[in-house]
């Protein structure tokens, strides 16, 4: 609830959030280079893929940030068509950049572990084109904002396409993997040989610190959003109001 | 003089403010109009008129306050005649009259009634792009007379209207009125007969947004 | 009231788009000549045809459903139709859901009639025209639908038409699918009828979800 | 150490690009942030001008 009242007002959350965001920006830092460093170093290699298997510790972690993101942006685009509130439409807005650029580390990273072990650059696997539609669907989004003339119009429309694409991501992961149903299953976390602590450990590690980091970020790009809204209101109010 | 009439819709307005981009265009807008009144906007341009019609007619959330428009305890039915008249180049005057009838559940009789008493019965037939500005005003016009609703909000009614025309749409207005209809409308040039007027530049323009709502980032 | 108001609005659209000015033939056009361009891409091989054809033709139809929707809601929104309608009472999701089914009737129906002869053309079985009519006449539904949120979304954008296939795309994954498989099932004799039930249920979800995302996108254009 | 052998060019580009990515996204997001002082202390800059004229 204290986190609530913050964000309750533009004011406030300008006045609180900068330490914030330098903390979680250099904490996220921080972990992703202790998690890179014990999944290059401490994690032994996997029985069955080798040594290709290291790229999982920072492939999978930007999966999940990838859908943490899109999730984040759906709660904050509701809560700025029910109770209209600015700084639920700058949330969104500044997540989105954050959450298209993990995707994009996730399409690739997988796309480089694909062809050591499936002999492939691109496989049109379930996962991956799940994550593939995702991408377009932060790109759509983006694009939206782009497009519109008033920040208001952007706002309500991007929130609509969110909560739409939101209630169609389940459809489309479940059509996707129908559709090719020789998708790897989840491996990692079955309990047989590799997923031992060795091997976990420095996955949610590097998890843990994609969290921050795009924690961090979205504060700074909600600020920046903010700054550059006043900047904006100031120059008109001295055309308006002379 | 107030006239109860058929309706008894009555219009209450408190403490109403809108925004525009970073100025408020009025804050503190309180009226009322009862049953048979002729309330008349009147304002430069930018002082608000065109978005105080859109609050009242739900098409504008307003910044704060309230609007309510209510008859016998319930919402009043209304029509907004916005600046854009809604005519559509490729269908003839008749055709877009008759599907406006039909679309407020009304006889094609009355859509013929309605383009002959706003004069346009000679350009029945004629597509919407051979009209002129002023015929495609007063087509958007005929819209009022297919549903009897009891309160009418019209943006600048007669502009574009020739004298004829003017002189038929204050007639229009008058009958509402006295049938206990209530007509908001706002005007430049010569006032509507018996009309309230409601001056919105007497009201602000109101200062800069309140930086301290949560609904502006200040 | 509400009934009346939808069904003035279906039928005005469909006289609209049956009263010439090409906004049927267009998107029939383009649907014929994408699947025609193909064999000269291809090559004109009878095999290769057969094993690629379901999936052009049903390519083909999601692209020419899209190419229509620019105007669906922009006309309105700009000669200020859209404010009488958001006006006068009629609540704008059930004008909303008239507009796009008036627009799938005349557009849509008349794409999934043209889709068995290019099934032809692109070597498909001809015992199984009549399936590939259903397929697409469903499936077309799935995709005016959910094509109509992208339209109502950038209504106020200018030459918004590629912003709506950047926007209405992923929501066509699902009938992408289970559509052409539909296809490709009718074409070996294989199953068929259990993907066309998803697509029915892609359909469905579309026409449901569609005119209230699209009614409070179209009320964000006119605020 | 780093005997990835067959595997080590994958393993390398993989972090390799996870890094430009998140340094990107960083050193965009702080060039954005700047941009936006910039601007917010321009647009008072000139108000306080406009404010000496009158």
């Not at chain 3, 700009?78 to 958001?86: F, H, P, Q, S």
């Not at chain 4, 990515?21 to 800059?45: K, M, N, P, Q, S």
């Given at each position: ?242 | ?218 | ?195 066309l039930m998803l697509t029915s249920a892609a359909a469905l979800f579309a026409i449901a979800c569609s005119p209230f ?11 | ?54």
């Amino acid at each position: 609830m204290a986190i609530m009242t913050v964000f309750a007002n533009p004011h406030r959350f300008m006045s609180v959030s900068r330490p914030f965001a330098w903390i979680f920006t250099v904490a996220g830092v921080a972990l992703i280079g202790v998690g890179v460093y014990m999944g290059l170093f401490l994690a032994p290699a996997d029985a069955r893929q080798g040594d290709a298997a290291r790229i999982m510790f920072v492939h999978v972690p930007s999966a999940w940030l990838s859908m943490f993101a899109f999730a984040f942006m759906a709660g904050a685009s509701l809560v700025s068509l029910v109770w209209r509130h600015a700084l639920a439409d700058v949330a969104a807005k500044s997540a989105a950049p954050c959450g298209a650029a993990f995707t994009a580390l996730c399409l690739t990273t997988g796309s480089i572990w694909g062809y050591p072990i499936w002999g492939t650059w691109w496989e049109w696997d379930g996962r991956m084109t799940s994550v593939l539609i995702l991408f377009f669907i932060y790109l759509g989004y983006i694009a939206l904002w782009q497009a519109m003339d008033t920040p208001q119009k952007a706002s309500r429309a991007a929130a609509v396409l969110c909560l739409v694409g939101a209630v169609n991501l389940p459809i489309i992961k479940f059509s996707v993997e129908w559709w090719n149903t020789l998708h790897q299953t989840a491996t990692f976390f079955t309990g047989d040989n590799n997923a031992t602590y060795g091997f976990k450990a420095p996955m949610y590690v590097v998890a843990l610190g994609y969290l921050s980091l795009f924690g961090g970020l979205t504060l700074f790009n909600m600020r920046a959003e903010i700054l550059l809204t006043r900047a904006e209101m100031r120059l008109q109010r001295r055309l308006a109001l002379g | 003089m107030t006239n109860a009439g058929r309706f008894g819709a009555v219009i209450t307005i408190d403490a109403l403010a809108a925004q525009r981009g970073v100025r408020m265009l009025f804050e503190g807008l309180s009226f009322r109009v009862e049953p048979g009144e002729v309330a008349e906007l009147r304002g430069p341009n930018g002082s608000g008129k065109t978005t105080l019609l859109r609050i009242m007619a739900g098409l504008t959330r307003p910044y704060a306050g309230s609007v309510s428009i209510e008859m016998d305890d319930q919402d009043a039915p209304r029509h907004y005649l916005g600046h854009a008249d809604g005519v559509k180049p490729n269908e003839t005057a008749l055709e877009q009259v008759c599907f406006w009838a039909r679309f407020f559940g009304q006889p094609e009789g009355a859509a013929h009634r309605a383009l002959e008493r706003m004069g346009l019965k000679s350009r029945a037939r004629v597509p919407g792009r051979g009209l002129s500005a002023g015929q495609r005003r007063r087509l958007a016009l005929t819209r009022l007379l297919l549903d009897d609703r009891p309160v009418w909000l019209l943006d600048e009614p007669v502009s574009a209207l020739d004298v004829e025309g003017r002189v038929c749409v204050e007639a229009l207005i008058a009958e509402h009125a006295s049938a206990g209809g209530i007509v908001v409308a706002a005007m430049h040039g010569p006032s509507l007969a018996g009309a309230r007027i409601v001056d919105l530049s007497a009201i602000g323009p109101g200062g800069p947004v309140s930086p301290s709502g949560a609904r502006t980032l200040g | 009231m509400i009934l009346s108001g939808a069904g003035a609005v279906f039928v005005r659209e469909l006289k609209q788009a049956w009263s010439g000015g090409g906004g049927v033939s267009l998107p029939l056009g383009f649907f014929a000549g994408a699947c025609s361009l193909t064999p000269l891409s291809l090559g004109p091989e009878a095999d290769l045809l057969r094993a690629a054809g379901p999936g052009v033709l049903w390519i083909a139809l999601a692209l020419s459903s899209l190419l229509p929707m620019e105007r669906l809601f922009q006309a309105d929104l700009e000669d200020g139709t859209l404010d009488a309608y958001a006006g006068s009472g009629v609540s704008l999701e059930w004008i909303v859901a008239a507009k796009t089914a008036a627009h799938w009737v005349s557009t849509g129906l008349p794409l999934a009639l043209i889709a068995p002869v290019l099934w032809i053309m692109l070597q498909g079985p001809v015992s199984s025209m009549f399936q590939v009519a259903i397929v697409s006449s469903i499936g077309s539904a799935a995709f005016f639908f959910f094509g109509a949120i992208g339209a109502a979304l950038t209504a106020g954008v200018r030459r918004g038409g590629l912003l709506i296939t950047l926007v209405a795309l992923p929501l066509y994954c699902p009938a992408m699918i289970f559509g052409s498989a539909a296809l490709y099932g009718a074409a070996s004799g294989g199953d068929w009828t259990s993907p066309l039930m998803l697509t029915s249920a892609a359909a469905l979800f579309a026409i449901a979800c569609s005119p209230f995302a699209s009614a409070s996108a179209l009320r964000a254009a006119i605020d | 150490m780093f005997d990835y052998d067959k595997y080590a060019p994958y393993v390398f580009w993989s972090y390799g690009i996870a890094a430009v990515v998140l340094t990107g996204v960083i050193v965009w997001t702080f060039v954005r942030v700047r941009a936006a002082h910039r601007a917010l202390a321009d647009a008072e800059d000139e108000t306080v001008e406009k404010g000496r004229e009158e």
